[in-house]
């Protein structure tokens, strides 16, 4: 089930997933978790990423902008470290942004 919430002017979607609980699955409890997850992070990551990361979370952002935003979160908000990601169990490691010139994951 799709939620729709508004997260510092910019309307997000997140899907509710079923929990295996003594709680409802209709319950707002999973409404108000999720939205209190991505507040949560809105408001621990560098602002330099917010705008990038509520886009993605609400479907506005590229899909580029969403690898963007999912690889740099992973990352620990470091860019640098983005292109030097060597986590090949990760699908989208092919993907991944600021690569390098010549970069290649060919061994």
């Known amino acids: 089930m799709l939620h729709k919430i508004q997260i510092m002017g910019v309307v997000c979607f997140y899907?509710?997933?079923?929990?295996?609980?003594?709680?409802?699955f209709n319950s707002n409890y999973y409404t108000e978790a999720g939205e209190m997850s991505i507040l949560s992070k809105a408001d621990d990551m560098p602002a330099i990423y917010k705008k990038n990361y509520l886009a993605a979370v609400s479907?506005?952002?590229s899909p580029r902008n969403a690898i963007k935003a999912f690889c740099i979160e992973c990352?620990?908000?470091?860019r640098a470290e983005v292109s030097n990601c060597t986590s090949i169990e990760c699908?989208?490691?092919?993907?991944?942004?600021?690569r390098k010139a010549g970069d290649s994951d060919e061994g």
Request: glycine share 8%.
């Open 15 to 24: 899907h509710k997933r079923l929990e295996t609980s003594s709680r409802s």
């Open 59 to 61: 479907g506005k952002a």
């Open 75 to 78: 990352m620990g908000w470091q």
């Open 91 to 98: 699908p989208l490691n092919l993907y991944r942004p600021y």
